[in-house]
């Protein structure tokens, strides 16, 4: 969220080390380790007009302990270099957040090791050029702040920083289901850095037009999760079954069609109607094919008042007898 950034290198005090080591598996001394503070993220809204409830802050700030610091969200093992040992909420005195409350951030503690490989790391954060951070966690609630509606659950039509009667529209992000890692960023997601925002989506939950719709109404990027986005592909699969046995239905409308203006018109040039035929709707082929019918069942129609050569008879008006 806003304010998310690496402030300074500490001094580790004893109860530091403790803490410290309790994550690895031989004991290190202050001299072998880097330690520095960060501001992971706050209660403000963001740029994307979302923002975390303080029960969320307060749900991340367990979340987060132990979990390590890497480059740009990347999932490789050998970009881990750091790792969270100390987390706290914070309220910043006279401060308060877009929306009217106190601000609070949470703040964490995060230890390195002093290694040939991590000393121009440590290097660019005591000179303030690694320094903006974004944090990646799992969330299972983001309730609009208009109408209340939790859009993990359901659509609803108010589109975060546009204004409905003179209030802003913004998310709240709630029910922190895991928080991942902190990532140091060249470009934050957000003002002064970004917040990687997942959402945990049960298999019943997923509905496709309700996904539709919230990519519609997107103005910026979007974030699928693994269920949303397994969705989607298999509607596209779905569509182009469906597309495919459509294909093969006009062909056989097309010939069906050209079939009968050979009937119905025996002096059309075939090749030239084929031609037509092929680039036709299927709306206009059905409605040839219609026009054609009606012309071959017109034509198959005996006349009543045919004279029977056979009946041979002395009466001049007997012919024009029914």
Same mark, same amino acid.
């Given at each position: 969220?806003?304010?998310?950034?690496?402030?300074?290198?500490?001094?580790?005090?004893?109860?530091?080390?403790?803490?410290?080591?309790?994550?690895?598996?031989?004991?290190?001394?202050?001299?072998?380790?880097?330690?520095?503070?960060?501001?992971?993220?706050? @209660?403000?809204?963001?740029?994307?007009?979302?923002?975390?409830?303080?029960?969320?802050?307060?749900?991340?700030?367990? /979340?987060?302990?132990?979990?390590?610091?890497?480059?740009?969200?990347?999932?490789?093992?050998?970009?881990?270099?750091?790792?969270?040992?100390?987390?706290?909420?914070?309220?910043?005195?006279?401060?308060?957040?877009?929306?009217?409350?106190?601000?609070?951030?949470?703040?964490?503690?995060?230890?390195?090791?002093?290694?040939?490989?991590?000393?121009?790391?440590?290097?660019?954060?005591?000179?303030?050029?690694?320094?903006?951070?974004?944090?990646? #966690?799992?969330?299972?609630?983001?309730?609009?702040?208009? #109408?209340? #509606?939790?859009?993990?659950?359901?659509?609803?039509?108010?589109?975060?920083?546009?204004?409905?009667?003179?209030?802003?529209?913004?998310?709240?992000?709630?029910?922190?289901?895991?928080?991942?890692?902190?990532?140091?960023?060249?470009?934050?997601?957000?003002?002064?850095?970004?917040?990687?925002?997942?959402?945990?989506?049960?298999?019943?939950?997923?509905?496709?037009?309700?996904?539709?719709?919230?990519?519609?109404?997107?103005?910026?990027?979007?974030?699928?999760?693994?269920?949303?986005?397994?969705?989607?592909?298999?509607?596209?699969?779905?569509?182009?079954?469906?597309?495919?046995?459509?294909?093969?239905?006009?062909?056989?409308?097309?010939?069906?069609?050209?079939?009968?203006?050979?009937?119905?018109?025996?002096?059309?040039?075939?090749?030239?109607?084929?031609?037509?035929?092929?680039?036709?709707?299927? /709306?206009?082929?059905?409605?040839?094919?219609?026009?054609?019918?009606?012309?071959?069942?017109?034509?198959?129609?005996?006349?009543?008042?045919?004279?029977?050569?056979?009946?041979?008879?002395?009466?001049?008006?007997? @012919?024009?007898?029914?």
């Amino acid at each position: 969220m806003i304010f998310g950034y690496v402030e300074k290198s500490v001094s580790p005090v004893s109860t530091d080390l403790e803490k410290i080591n309790g994550f690895t598996r031989s004991e290190f001394d202050a001299d072998s380790l880097y330690i520095f503070s960060v501001a992971l993220c706050n @209660n403000d809204i963001d740029r994307d007009f979302e923002k975390f409830s303080l029960e969320a802050l307060e749900q991340l700030k367990e /979340k987060f302990l132990g979990k390590t610091g890497i480059f740009d969200h990347s999932m490789k093992a050998s970009d881990q270099k750091a790792r969270i040992f100390d987390t706290w909420l914070e309220k910043v005195e006279g401060k308060k957040t877009a929306d009217g409350e106190d601000f609070y951030q949470l703040k964490a503690k995060a230890y390195m090791v002093k290694s040939d490989e991590n000393m121009p790391l440590i290097t660019d954060i005591e000179a303030g050029i690694k320094k903006e951070v974004s944090v990646s #966690c799992s969330l299972g609630k983001s309730v609009c702040s208009i #109408c209340g #509606c939790d859009k993990r659950s359901k659509i609803c039509e108010h589109i975060g920083g546009r204004e409905y009667k003179g209030k802003t529209a913004y998310s709240i992000l709630s029910d922190v289901k895991d928080a991942y890692e902190f990532s140091f960023v060249a470009v934050p997601a957000q003002r002064e850095a970004g917040v990687t925002k997942s959402f945990d989506f049960k298999k019943e939950d997923v509905n496709m037009t309700d996904i539709i719709k919230t990519l519609k109404s997107c103005d910026s990027s979007v974030t699928l999760s693994k269920i949303q986005a397994d969705e989607i592909l298999n509607h596209i699969d779905s569509l182009n079954e469906e597309a495919t046995l459509g294909r093969e239905y006009k062909k056989n409308l097309t010939d069906e069609v050209v079939s009968l203006c050979a009937k119905a018109m025996p002096d059309m040039d075939l090749s030239v109607f084929s031609g037509v035929a092929q680039v036709m709707t299927t /709306k206009e082929l059905l409605s040839f094919k219609e026009a054609f019918s009606k012309s071959a069942s017109s034509d198959s129609v005996s006349l009543q008042l045919k004279a029977d050569k056979a009946h041979k008879s002395n009466n001049i008006h007997s @012919n024009y007898k029914i």
